[in-house]
C-alpha cells in the first residue's frame, strides 16, 4: 500500500493523468490536474472487477420518483466531476487518509431501463446485491431519495434490519390513507413496515418539515442542531444506533438551500457544511456498513457548489467507514 504524501499536480502514486483508467494501486491519491483527464470518483478507477476492494462507488441515475423538481439523475456524474476539485488532499477534519487504508473503486453507475419503470427497483437492489456479495461495502450516489430503499433492502439481507442514520430536511416516512403510494418521500415509511430499517434505533438528522408520525425514529431536528451544535447531535445519534449495523443516508437538502440550492425540494433553516462535516466526524466509532449522498440536481445548482457539497460529504463517509474498519 502505497501511502500519499505528494500534492503536486501530476504527482502521487498513480500516473499523471486519467487515473480513471490507468492506475492500478487502489490505495492513495493519485492527483492530476483538476481540470482535465477522465472522470471518476475521487480519481478512482473505473472498474467492475472487486476482488480486494473494500468500498465500490456507484451512481444511480434515477430521479422518477420526485414530488417536486427532477434533474438527480444527473447528480452521479456531477459529483464525480466536482470530485475532480478535492482528490488531492485528505479530508481536512479527519487526521488520516482513508484512501491510504480501504481499497476503494468506482464501480459505474446501475442500469435499469427507464421505458420498464417498474423494474428499476429489483435492478437497484440487485446492483448493490453484487457489491455486497464480492465483499465490498458500497458508497451510492444519486439520484432522487427513493433509491436508498432497494440499496437498504440489499444490505438487509446481509445485516439484518438496519439502523438508518439520516440528514435529510424531510423525514421521508409519510404516509398516504391507501398506504401504497410510494416516492422519495414516503419510501422509508415502507421500509419500517417492511422491517428492514428498524426505527427504535434510527435516527434523522436536520429535519424541518412537519411530520406528525415518524413511526418511533427519533429526529434530531434542525432546530435542536442550531442550539446546541453538531457535536451534540452526534452524541444522541451514536447514542440511539448502539452498535447495530448503520446504513447513513445523506439527503443533500440536509443542507441549507444557501449552501446547496441544487436540488429537489430544497427547504430554508438548514445545516450549514460545517454543522454536517463536523456531525459526521462524532459519529467516528458507529458500525457504518453502508451509504449514499442522494438529492444532487445539477439543472438547479450554481457554480457546481451543491454537487461539491456531495462530493465532499461523500469523501466524509469514506472517512468514516475507513475509521469504522479500523478498530474492526
Ligand atoms: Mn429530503
Known amino acids: ?47 467492475r472487477d472487486l476482488t480486494g476492494v473494500d468500498v465500490a462507488v456507484t451512481g444511480v441515475p434515477l430521479d422518477t420518483a420526485t414530488t417536486n423538481r427532477p434533474g438527480t439523475r444527473f447528480g452521479p456524474r456531477a459529483i464525480r466531476q466536482e470530485s475532480t476539485h478535492i482528490a488531492w488532499n485528505r479530508p481536512y477534519n479527519w487526521d488520516f487518509q482513508p484512501l491510504d487504508e480501504i481499497a476503494v473503486v468506482d464501480y459505474g453507475d446501475c442500469y435499469f431501463d427507464h421505458g420498464h419503470l417498474e423494474n428499476a427497483p429489483a435492478a437497484i437492489e440487485a446492483h448493490i446485491t453484487e457489491i455486497l456479495d464480492a465483499g465490498a461495502a458500497a458508497l451510492t450516489l444519486g439520484g432522487d431519495h427513493f433509491l436508498t430503499y432497494p440499496v437498504i433492502q440489499a ?16 423525514t421521508d416516512t409519510w404516509q398516504d390513507p391507501d398506504k401504497t403510494r410510494i416516492d422519495h418521500g414516503t419510501m422509508f415509511y415502507h421500509a419500517v413496515q417492511e422491517g428492514v430499517i428498524d426505527p427504535a434505533v434510527s435516527a434523522q438528522v436536520g429535519i424541518r418539515t412537519v411530520n406528525d408520525d415518524t413511526l418511533g425514529i427519533t429526529v434530531v431536528n434542525a432546530n435542536w442542531v442550531h442550539e446546541h451544535g453538531p457535536k451534540a447531535a452526534a452524541d444522541r445519534v451514536r447514542e440511539v444506533v448502539g452498535d ?16 446547496a440550492p441544487g436540488t429537489g425540494t430544497p427547504v430554508i433553516g438548514g445545516l450549514t457544511p460545517y454543522q454536517a462535516m463536523t ?9 457504518l456498513v453502508g451509504m449514499d449522498v442522494v438529492e444532487v440536481s445539477p439543472p438547479y445548482d450554481q457554480a457546481g457548489v451543491t454537487a461539491l457539497a456531495g462530493a465532499t460529504l461523500a469523501y466524509e463517509l469514506l472517512a468514516l467507514y475507513a475509521y469504522g474498519r479500523r478498530k474492526a
Do not use: W
Open 1 to 47: 500500500m502505497a501511502k500519499t504524501q505528494d500534492y503536486g499536480v501530476g504527482r502521487g502514486n498513480g500516473e499523471p493523468i486519467d487515473n480513471a483508467f490507468r492506475r492500478t494501486d487502489p490505495f492513495g491519491l493519485h492527483q492530476e490536474p483538476t481540470y482535465a483527464g477522465a472522470t471518476s470518483f475521487l480519481r478512482c478507477k473505473y472498474t
Open 155 to 170: 444490505h438487509a439481507k446481509k445485516h439484518g434490519p438496519v439502523a438508518l442514520v439520516q440528514f435529510d430536511a424531510h
Open 244 to 259: 447495530r449495523p448503520v446504513y447513513l443516508t445523506f439527503d443533500i437538502d440536509g443542507l441549507d438551500p444557501a449552501y
Open 279 to 287: 456531525a459526521l466526524r462524532n459519529l467516528a466509532g458507529i458500525n
